[in-house]
Structures are given as C-alpha cells and as structure tokens.
C-alpha cells in the first residue's frame, strides 16, 4: 500500500485532537489545537490544515495519507457539511452551514470526509475495536448525553437526511418524563447518560431517608463516578441506581433489535467504567425484553478501544473509505 | 429486455396466490391455488412449479420470465428458507427447515427469492407504488397484527439473521402491558392491529357505560371494520378508539424516526381504510413526539397498491433483483 495512513481528527468544543493511524489502529503520533480561538471557520479550517501538516511531516510524510476522516459535532457525512451548531465558537451561533469537507480538501489536497461523534466511534470499532468483522450492530455511547452510531450490512446507517441513529432520542417514559436537552421528555439519554445516572441519585436520595455513603455528597455535585464508587464499597442504594439505569437500557436495546436485528450491542463512554454494576442488568433486561427468537442471542460487548484513542481511530476509520 | 416479466407469489396458509408482472407493476395474469391440501412441502412446491408454468404459458413463455420473488410467513431471505412455521400444514409443525427457493428454482430452472410479507410489501411500494424513488422509508403493515418492512439507502434492512424489521413488537406499554400473539406485554402490534382495535374498542365498552353504536354488537364479535362504521356515523367513542390507537403509532413511528430517520412512512392494510380517522391522530402524535428538527418534515402515506394486487406486486419486485 502505497499510502498507508490516515488521518483522524475529532473537534470538540475546546480542542481538535488529530492523530496519523495505520491500518491496524494503532494512533502513530497526535496532537491537538484550541478549537475558539476564533469565531471564523475559515480561520479555524487554516489552523487544522497547518497543524495536520506539521504533525504528519515530522516523522512521516503527507504523501503517505490516504485521505482525512473527522467527528464533528453536527456533522452531515452526506454534504460533507456541519450545520447549524452551537457548540463551536465558529459555527456562526447555529445558523451556519459550513462546506467543512470541501474546503479543507481544497487547502490540504487530500480527501477529507465528516460524521458525527458515534458514528465515528461505531466505525471504529468495526475498523479496528471488538466489532471486526462485524456487519450488523449497533454502537452505544454513554457519555454526557446517549450516542449511537448504526451499522447495518457492514455500513452506516444514515438515513434520509444523514441524521439517523439518534438513538438517545426514543421516549422511554411516556407519561411524566424527565425533560431531556433535546427539548422532548422522556428520552433514554435523561436517564441513561452519565448525567441522567446523577439525577437519578439525586431522585432517589430526596425520595426517601435511606441510608447510602452518597449522602456525604452535596446532591448537586453527584456525578456518575460518585455513585459508581458508591457500588464498590457496597453501597445499596448506589447499586439500585445502576440497577435502574441499565434495566432501562436493556428495555430499549430490546426495542432496537426488533428494528434492525444486530449481531451485537457494543457500549462506550464514562459509564461503561462502572462494568458490572452496569453490564449485568442490561444484559437481563434485554433478554426480559426481546422477542423468544432473540432472547439470550444478542451480545452485548464494552468497546475495546483505548478511550483517550478513541475519538481519533473513530474518525480515522471515515478516512479508509474514501 | 429480453425477460420483461417476473411472477410473484403471496403465500398464505390457505391459499398461495400467483401473478405475472410487468415492469411498471401490472398484473397481466393471475391465479391462485390452494396451499393446504399436503403436509409435504416437496408437493406443494411441485403444485405451485405446475401452476405457474400453466398460468405463463397461457397467454406468455417461461422464457420471458426473469425471475420468482415469493412472500411467506417465516422466509428466511438470505437463505432461501421458510423456518419453523406453524402457519402452513407442510410446514412441519414449526419444526423444519425448508429450502424453498432451492427446491423450487431446481424444477422451474429460474432464480427464485424468498422474504416475510412486509418486506415484500415495502419492496412493491418502492417498485411500482408511492415510494417509487425513495431510499429511505418505513412500511407498517396494520393487519391482523403490525408488520414492518424498513428501506434503508435502497435496500431492505434485514439484520444479522434476516429477521429485523419487527417493528410491531416494540414495547410501547411498559407496565400492564397487553398480553401479544408473540408471548411478549405491551407490544405495538396488541393495540394498533385491526385486532386490537377491537381489543380497545371492548376495553372502552367495559370500563364506562357511553353511549356507542358499537353497544349494539355482542363485544366479542366487535371488529375494526364495525368500529370504522361506527366512527363514520359520527360515534364519540368509536373516533376516540382511533385516536388512542393513532396516538400511540404515531409516538411508536416518532422512535423509528430516531433510528433510521426515513423520508416516510407508508402505512398499508385493513386498518388504513379508515382514512382520517386513524391518518389525523398518528401524524399529530408522531409530530408532538419526533425531535424537533424532524417536526412536520416526515411524510405519512397511505399505501397506492391496489388491495387484492398488493402481495403479489411486493412478492415480484423481489424477483427485479435476481
């Protein structure tokens, strides 16, 4: 192969990590960038090109690469675009639809291709992750809010308008749900994040007196590493929460399977790090859940990506495609 | 073209209806058999093998025929097989494996091509019917019970063992659920099915003491059709039985959004001859409960196939693709 790299970048809302990979997934060399220091994408698209560029040429050389695969926020992976986002100090307050892909070709001269942040991490893990050889599942991250990314017959699944796979977004309490960022109630990701983890602790410790080491947090400040710790010395009432949690979760896998039959759930993200405590009543609900044809026939697996990795191999794997 | 033909055939547990098709969907010959007159399935292939060859050559040549697409309960596609039906006397009581399309193709020496009922029914919608240029939408068959056939960029969805698509068997009562055909509570299809209409309908009936036309008829024999006339003669709790059961599909239809975000959904079968009665309260529902950015821009279609061509048609755009 006579350009046996790529590049992954993933943009967030303060940096840009990139990162030059190889085929095996293995993150060569990597930097990051501030991502506000400016309010002008064009500006921002300069300093990526630059950095990129520096990066690669250090050790390897641009001729190398293959071609550049990004997670952005917004991203649309049919227009190349990322649209209407006010999570980028350049994304023109959410009334801007940024040619990202096309003009960062133009000054970098290589292929470069967008998605969002799961459907990057859902690539990843089927390029180089514990869903190699995979052509049929569905990646869930449980981070902030509920990603997913969908892989159906071995590619993503995007849908009519690239805005497929929002899974986070299903309602699984339909009558007085929490309200969720996304403006509806009820959603898996207001009780299924790492955040909707800490109001479920802070629900559970106002509605009773029961006893639990949580109580020696403020509840404003809970978070799901707190209750995870909680767990781990035996606290109860922190293990009905990941109880709670992963019997929700469970149930709406179920759903998801009667939709596109994978092979395999594979989870991501901050929660996953409570292991067990997580895994096991998922794992239960699901197969309570399912239809007989399915029960105990779905694997669920934690993704096997080096987390700090991650977001970069993700998007690295856009780049194979082009 | 030298092969403008392909026949479809819509198996049944009576019958087994057979029909030659043109490329813009008519039905130039049609026949029809019957299908539980054996319990060996070698037989009944051979009944059908004859009686396609006799309707052909008819009027036509075997030689202008492409290919066989079938619909029937069970059908495995990527394999060819019908499994483990209980639905059809040859079928070995749910415990056989049947190779049908290779049965079947050795003796009429052409491709054949097996899928369920829905999938062939979205496949005729995307062919000859509304969907004609769409990539991306859901079919929802409301019958006897609630099927789906989902498209995604052009293809079905079929999953990792040929079974996804089970969208009538999403959860969408999660507590005291009604008891469904497939062993699971609180399905979709238990109350949005012309069978469940009239489950509703009796629930209605019992828990209050309205007035209704439907008090008119013995509960047990309530059908949807009844409900539907009730309904056109201006019955308050007939139009609030269709408003229960569009409420709940069209929250069921806003999750499906979530996950393959399609460009409509085309809703076909005994239940859609109720017009606006069920259209109104599933496109309000699906809209108060899809993500904002999918607000009003999902299409809700009725189904253009003519009734009683409806299976065949979607059991031949199968064969287009051999």
């Known amino acids: 192969m006579d350009k046996p790299y790529v590049v992954g970048i993933d943009i967030g809302g303060q940096t840009a990590k990139i990162g030059l990979v190889d085929a095996r997934g293995n993150v060569l060399t990597q930097t990051a960038i501030v991502s506000n220091d400016t309010d002008d994408y064009k500006v921002f698209i300069k300093n990526l090109c630059d950095a990129v560029t520096k990066l690669v040429n250090k050790e390897y050389s641009m001729s190398q690469v293959r071609g550049i695969g990004i997670g952005a926020p917004n991203a649309n992976f049919y227009k190349g675009t990322i649209e209407n986002t006010v999570n980028l100090t350049w994304g023109g307050n959410g009334k801007l639809i940024i040619p990202f892909a096309e003009e960062m070709s133009k000054i970098i001269k290589l292929p470069v291709k967008l998605t969002n942040d799961a459907n990057a991490a859902a690539l990843g893990e089927m390029t180089y992750g514990v869903a190699r050889g995979m052509k049929d599942f569905i990646m869930i991250t449980l981070g902030t809010g509920v990603g997913s990314g969908i892989i159906v017959n071995g590619n993503l699944l995007y849908g009519h308008d690239a805005n497929a796979g929002e899974l986070g977004h299903v309602t699984m309490v339909r009558q007085n749900g929490r309200l969720c960022g996304c403006g509806k109630t009820g959603c898996l990701e207001a009780y299924c994040s790492a955040t909707g983890v800490a109001r ?63 092979e395999a759930f594979v989870l991501f993200g901050g929660l996953t790090r409570s292991g067990d405590f997580i895994m096991k009543p998922v794992v239960d609900s699901l197969n309570r859940n399912v239809m007989p044809r399915w029960k105990n026939k779905i694997k669920v697996l934690f993704s096997q990506l080096k987390e700090s990795d991650a977001a970069i191999l993700g998007a690295s794997a856009l780049a194979w495609e082009v």
Chains 1, 2 share one sequence.
């Open 200 to 262: 479920t602790a802070r629900e559970m410790l106002e509605t009773s007196d029961r006893k639990s080491l949580l109580r020696n947090i403020p509840p404003e400040s809970i978070s799901s590493k707190d209750v995870f710790e909680a767990a781990n010395q035996g606290d109860e009432l922190a293990k009905e929460i990941f109880d709670f949690t992963g019997t929700m979760l469970g149930a709406a896998l179920a759903d998801f399977v009667a939709f596109s039959s994978p």
